[in-house]
């Protein structure tokens, strides 16, 4: 991927100062006096793949009873440890992993269902907290989180972007759009709090347009930000009349419009754009093709923040390619495990070719996305055959500018989940002194993997 | 308690109170009622929750539109040719749209997708002259004070906010359309008109009432809140001109007057689709979304026939409310609209049948089937590819027929029916039987899979059977609270009696129309609906007019934010 030049950054910016504003980095970076700090801060991505993995000994004596082997814990631990079976698609990426790990949350009795393994494993990996007891709704499928997921703690954690302001603020984006059955609260792994959700993105022609479109009417776009103005002048006059909880929905709908006008002001940025997509529902393909896109946008510094989601949160896709009748979700339900043993390999694959992009991939100082990103990928519990929560996934791929120390395994049986994100934060530069809530607070981190400051 | 969603706070409200909790025989605390939370400290079960003797309005809430009501109002507004651009998905907690509507809060990129819908829905008008000029109606000029921009977006205003603007509000809008009338007066106005459909008075149905001078302590929708709130209830879309002057001319300020609106909207074809979509909620058909079946094991299961049970579901769901009888008897009628899929699985005659042409048949009087608890749709999406599961059966009569709760199973059981390890055959009751010897399994088991069992007769595709794989003879005996029964037309007898069928119809719907689960102050008001209902002989649109009608369709709480 070449690099991209001055001056396709600045073509048909509406001015001088909206792109500065909007470009510190590369402004540093392009600078000569800054050019001794010629290294781009972090990137931040969150992978999610649904129903875990196959299960085996570790997720419990039922699990043990069925006489499958562990084919996910890597043989050995440390440095340079010896791939695993499923983790043998990822070994060119040399990602670190972390087994072992559960959550420690409290579970309350009420209302019931709240261990529910895909809801439960699902809000510990992706939030560090429990699901929202109010509103939980076990038969209805209803659920929604008590605070953001990571990446959108990480995008708006105010020291991750500091005095930055990215065109997104994170890549909210999504493959497969299978999700479980009608349920709204299933096709999406994002949340910035309380049923409020940040819906992927799954349509690479979609993608493209957020990414890459460079309007020919720059004076139209102009207008259309302004018009913006009068818009949050209406949601004011509402705001005064409402109760707490819609007062801040409308707070919220005022923010997100504050971000589009940024961007509206912005949209004469010009990035260095891959070729319009042809459309492939194939995962693998479809995987290859958003990936692609999001290097190349992260490349041209449109975001530093970015969720994945492969499959959604027990997935109903139905994995034909691989010989399976049923939905994913059903297939583990019936505990056929070697459908399950490919299923997950295949998910490992298209982890895969998202890090091989990353990894191929430079900026404009030549250094490869994936020395600077952290990627966390982790799944909603351990296994899908009973949902234990038991050995659930968790992997650290990238450098994170050197924050992380690559191809380690730290195995750590009953672990706390919620240290590995502990490690993560700190590893991206956020001041974290503890992690996890309502009984899963850790102060500790995975000092095999991160690098001491 | 701290909460932000519409859900939460009438969930807190509730929380307030210590309440009681439902309790099965055996004492095991499998059931509750939705919108009863059990309470946290279990040492107070004992008290009983204060219901109050008249109902009491709960707080307001603030739906925006879903992405149905969105499509539908563009199209009123601009026409049918109108480019609709995606916006964002709803979500449906508790069963329904509705309540996802007034609870989550837009993403960024759904809030940007707004401002581009508006902008193309603006682009397809403006940009052509002719249709421009018919739209707005006027020659607009870019001066201060434009009589015709002021007429236009006063006119355009009161359809789109459902509502006249007010003077200030109309002087807005007329200031942005001269600020932005750049390169002329038309790009002014479209980009007035792209703001008003990006408006939150827009966006979101503000429904907040006005100050009741009779009580202080509650708000009267105003009428063109009704307006609004009528409409998207019945027609999914924004009032027409006539629910506009109805409400202007103050006819929906009284119970006749919103009674006979409500009566027209109900007479149009929009109103069955709405009900339509309302079914497929209150009735979670969404569940048979994508379900397949391997056609080696079931040759009956077509590729048409997942679409084939859900049309069924839909003509039946008309037929039951369009003839005005006893809505309840959806679960009981021997009636029901056959394709030749349907015709072949239920082994029925069905002449003109064919797989694109429904017919309406009567079930055998002697035959195994009565009522949708023996359709096609319900018996698949409640059963495993291989095996049934009277388990998932009977938590639908419980959980959707009846509106009651079941608790899902503990963390890290085996919530699978394993064949023993001999290899002699057993049927699915006699696996679930080894599995309720698990103390923690049997307190709900005992209670949800006896009425379950009553369906084996059916298997996975809801073909009827007497002899289980194994060839094993089916035994569909089974029992609900206590009543034996033997097979699913003795349970459709009984549901026809049983009162908790009509109360969880009314429950479901009043959730659906207001927007969120019911509060413990409206408790009278669900009384009142039940009552109505019953008189009415359980007619559906009977219980739709008399829920529009009821003080709860039109008053909220007063606090202190209005």
Not at chain 1, 105 to 112: H, N, R
Not at chain 1, 192 to 197: E, F, I, T, Y
Not at chain 1, 353 to 378: C, E, H, I, N, Y
Request: with cysteine; net charge negative.
């Amino acid at each position: 991927v070449k690099t991209l030049s001055r001056r396709t950054m600045l073509r048909g910016a509406l001015g001088g100062a909206a792109v500065a504003l909007a470009l510190p980095t590369l402004e540093a970076m392009l600078s000569p006096r800054s050019a001794e700090a010629a290294v781009l801060p972090p990137i931040f991505g969150l992978f999610y793949w649904a129903n875990g993995m196959p299960w085996h000994k570790g997720h419990g004596p039922e699990q043990e009873a069925a006489g499958y082997p562990d084919l996910w814990t890597p043989p050995t631990t440390g440095q340079g440890y010896t791939p695993s079976e499923l983790l043998t698609p990822l070994a060119p990426y040399a990602p670190s992993v972390v087994t072992g790990l559960t959550p420690k949350t409290a579970v309350p009795s009420d209302p019931p269902g709240q261990e529910d393994g895909h809801m439960r494993g699902f809000m510990v990996a992706m939030t560090g907290d429990r699901i929202r007891p109010e509103g939980f709704d076990h038969p209805s499928h209803t659920l929604t989180a008590l605070r953001p997921s990571l990446d959108q703690y990480v995008a708006k954690h105010p020291d991750f972007y500091g005095k930055e302001k990215p065109f997104y603020n994170s890549l909210v984006l999504g493959v497969s759009g299978a999700r479980f059955h009608d349920y709204g609260h299933w096709n999406a792994i994002s949340y910035n709090g309380p049923d409020s959700l940040n819906l992927p993105v799954m349509d690479p022609l979609q993608l493209y347009g957020m990414l890459f479109s460079v309007p020919t009417n720059v004076d139209l776009v102009k207008r259309r930000a302004a018009l913006l103005d009068a818009v949050k002048e209406d949601a004011k006059d509402l705001q005064k009349r409402l109760g707490a909880a819609d007062r801040a929905r409308i707070d919220a709908h005022l923010t997100h419009l504050s971000e589009i006008q940024h961007r509206l002001e912005l949209t004469g940025i010009a990035c260095q754009a891959p070729a319009v997509p042809v459309i492939n529902e194939d995962i693998l393909a479809k995987t290859d093709i958003m990936a692609d896109l999001l290097a190349h946008a992260l490349a041209c510094g449109l975001s530093r923040v970015f969720s994945f989601m492969l499959t959604s949160p027990a997935t109903t896709q139905v994995f034909g390619n691989l010989g399976a009748v049923n939905d994913m979700h059903s297939t583990c339900h019936a505990g056929e495990w070697e459908l399950v043993r490919k299923i997950t390999t295949y998910q490992m694959q298209a982890f895969a070719t998202l890090l091989g992009k990353l990894q191929a991939t430079t900026d404009p100082t030549g250094t490869s996305l994936l020395d600077r990103a952290l990627v966390f990928a982790t799944s909603e519990y351990g296994e899908g055959w009973k949902h234990s929560v038991s050995e659930m996934g968790c992997l650290m791929a990238g450098k994170c500018n050197g924050a992380i120390r690559p191809n380690v395994h730290v195995r750590e049986p009953d672990g706390n989940f919620s240290k590995a994100h502990v490690t993560m934060l700190r590893a991206l530069g956020l001041p974290t002194p503890s992690f996890g809530f309502n009984g899963g607070e850790t102060s500790e981190q995975f000092s095999d993997i991160l690098v001491s400051a | 308690m701290k909460s932000q969603g519409i859900v939460a706070r009438s969930l807190a409200r509730s929380l307030a109170a210590p309440l009681l909790l439902a309790l099965v025989t055996g004492g095991a605390a499998c059931i509750g009622n939705l919108g009863d939370p059990a309470p946290l400290d279990p040492e107070e079960t004992t008290t009983v929750p204060e219901t109050p003797a008249a109902y009491e309005p709960a707080d307001p809430v603030l739906p925006r539109l879903t992405t149905l009501q969105y499509r539908s109002t563009l199209l009123q507004l601009f026409g049918p040719n109108v480019p609709l651009l995606p916006t964002e998905a709803d979500t449906s907690p508790y069963l329904f749209e509705s309540i996802g509507a007034a609870s989550t809060t837009l993403s960024e990129l759904g809030v940007e997708q707004y401002e581009q819908a508006a902008e193309a829905a603006t682009q397809y008008v403006f940009s052509d002259p002719l249709r421009r000029a018919v739209f707005v109606g006027c020659e607009p000029v870019a001066a201060p004070g434009d009589a015709c921009t002021a007429q236009f977006l006063a006119r355009f205003g009161r359809k789109a906010l459902r509502r006249p603007l007010a003077p200030a509000e109309l002087e807005r809008w007329s200031n942005v359309a001269l600020g932005l009338a750049q390169p002329d007066v038309w790009e002014g106005l479209r980009l007035a008109t792209a703001g008003l459909l990006q408006s939150p008075h827009f966006l979101y149905r503000v429904e907040l009432g006005e100050p009741d001078p009779e009580d202080a302590a509650r708000r009267v929708l105003t009428g063109y809140e009704m307006a609004s709130r009528l409409s998207f209830f019945l027609w999914n879309t924004a009032p027409d001109d006539a629910l506009l002057d109805a409400a202007q001319a103050g006819e929906l300020g009284n119970q006749d007057g919103i009674g006979k609106h409500a009566a027209r909207l109900l007479a149009d074809s929009r109103a069955g689709d709405t009900i339509q979509r309302y079914f497929a909620q209150y009735l979670d058909l969404g569940r048979l979304e994508g379900v397949t079946r391997n056609p080696a094991t079931y040759p009956l299961f077509t590729a048409t026939t997942n679409a084939s049970m859900r049309r069924e579901v839909e003509l039946l769901v008309d037929h039951i409310v369009t003839q005005g009888g006893d809505a309840r008897t959806i679960f009981s009628t021997q009636h029901t609209f056959v394709n030749s899929d349907l015709a072949s699985l239920y082994g029925v005659e069905a002449p003109g049948a064919d797989v694109a042409t429904f017919v309406p048949v009567d079930l055998p009087e002697d035959g195994p089937r009565a009522g949708l608890l023996t359709l096609g749709a319900f018996l698949t999406m409640n059963a495993h590819e291989t095996q049934t599961s009277p388990t998932a059966r009977g938590k639908y009569v419980r959980e959707r027929v009846l509106c009651q709760v079941v608790q899902p199973p503990p963390p890290n059981i085996d919530a699978n029916l394993e064949p023993p390890s001999d290899g002699t055959p057993k049927t699915v009751r006699e696996l679930l039987e080894e599995h309720r010897k698990n103390p923690s399994c049997a307190g709900c088991h005992s209670f949800i899979d006896p009425p379950g069992f009553l369906f084996e007769n059916f298997d996975s595709i809801g073909a009827y059977r007497t002899k289980l794989p194994g060839d094993l003879p089916v035994d569909a005996t089974g029992d609900l609270d206590g009543v034996a029964l033997d097979g699913a037309r003795d349970l459709a007898e009984l549901l026809t009696t049983d009162k908790r069928v009509g109360r969880c119809m009314v429950t479901q719907l009043y959730r659906h129309a207001l927007s969120r689960l019911d509060a413990t102050g409206e408790k009278p008001a669900l009384d009142d609906l039940e009552a109505a209902f019953a008189e009415t002989g359980y007619d559906f649109r009977a219980l739709l007019l008399e829920l529009v009608t009821h003080e709860a369709f039109r008053t909220v709480r007063a606090s202190e934010a209005l």
